[in-house]
C-alpha cells in the first residue's frame, strides 16, 4: 500500500496511522514526528523548523520535500508506506507525485480523516494538557485550522479528481475510527 493520509489537525492522522501501520505492515512517514524529533536533537533541520511550527505555519516546501524524498528513499519505504501529514498544500502534492515517478511507483489511495473544527479543537486542548505540545495552544490550533482550510483542504478535490479519494468519518472512539479505516482502505 502507498497511501497518504489527510485531515485537520487533531482529526486522528497520526494516532490511526501507527495503527494502520501495524495493519498494512508499511512504515508510517510522519513529517510532524520527524520535525518534532529534529527539533528535540536541535540539529539544523530542528532549529529551522521550530520557529514555524510554534507559530502554526507549515515548515517551508524546500525543507519538508527534501525531507520526505529523503525518508522515501530507505529500504523500508519500497514496498510501500502510509504517508502522516504529507503533503499539505497542493506544492506538496505536485512534488510528491515526481518522487513517486522517479522511483517508478504510483499512489494507491489517498485517505481523508474527517472532523469538524470544533471537536479537533478540543481534542487538541485535552492533548495540551497531557503533553504539553507548544502548537497546542488555543491561538497557534486557530492558526493551524485557518493555514488547513487555505492550504491543505484544496487537496481533497485535488485527489478526488484522480479518483484516489476515500474519505472516512473521524469522529467515535479511535477503535471504531481504525475499523472504518481499514474497511475504507479494502473497498
Ligand atoms: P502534525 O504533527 O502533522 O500534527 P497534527 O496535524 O496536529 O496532527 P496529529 O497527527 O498530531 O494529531 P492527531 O490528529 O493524531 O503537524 C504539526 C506541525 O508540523 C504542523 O503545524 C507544521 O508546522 C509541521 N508540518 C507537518 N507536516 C508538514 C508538511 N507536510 N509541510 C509543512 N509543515 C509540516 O491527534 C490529535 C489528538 O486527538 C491526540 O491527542 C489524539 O489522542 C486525539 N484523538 C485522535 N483520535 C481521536 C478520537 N477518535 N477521539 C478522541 N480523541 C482522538
Given at each position: 500500500m502507498r497511501a497518504v493520509l489527510l485531515g485537520p489537525?487533531?482529526?486522528?492522522k497520526g494516532t490511526q496511522a501507527a495503527r494502520l501501520t501495524e495493519r498494512f505492515g508499511v512504515p508510517a512517514i510522519s513529517t510532524g514526528d520527524i520535525f518534532r524529533a529534529n527539533v528535540k536533537g536541535g540539529t539544523p533541520l530542528g532549529v529551522k523548523a521550530q520557529e514555524y511550527m510554534n507559530a502554526g505555519q507549515l515548515v517551508p516546501d524546500e525543507v519538508t520535500n527534501a525531507m520526505v524524498r529523503a525518508r522515501l528513499a530507505e529500504d523500508d519505504a519500497a514496498a510501500g508506506f502510509l504517508l502522516d501529514g504529507?503533503?499539505?498544500n497542493p506544492e506538496q502534492a505536485v512534488e510528491l507525485d515526481s518522487m513517486l515517478a522517479e522511483l517508478g511507483v504510483e499512489l494507491d489511495v489517498a485517505i481523508e480523516i474527517t472532523a469538524d473544527f470544533d471537536e479537533v479543537t478540543q481534542r487538541l486542548l485535552k492533548r495540551a494538557e497531557i503533553?504539553?505540545?507548544?502548537?497546542?495552544t488555543e491561538p497557534v490550533i486557530r492558526k493551524r485550522l485557518e493555514v488547513y482550510a487555505t492550504s491543505t483542504a484544496p487537496l481533497t478535490a485535488f485527489y478526488a479528481g484522480r479518483g484516489l479519494l476515500v474519505q472516512v468519518d473521524g469522529l467515535g472512539e479511535i477503535d471504531e475510527v481504525t475499523e472504518r479505516l481499514v474497511a475504507a482502505v479494502a473497498r
Open positions: 489537525p487533531g482529526a486522528g504529507y503533503p499539505r503533553e504539553g505540545r507548544a502548537d497546542d
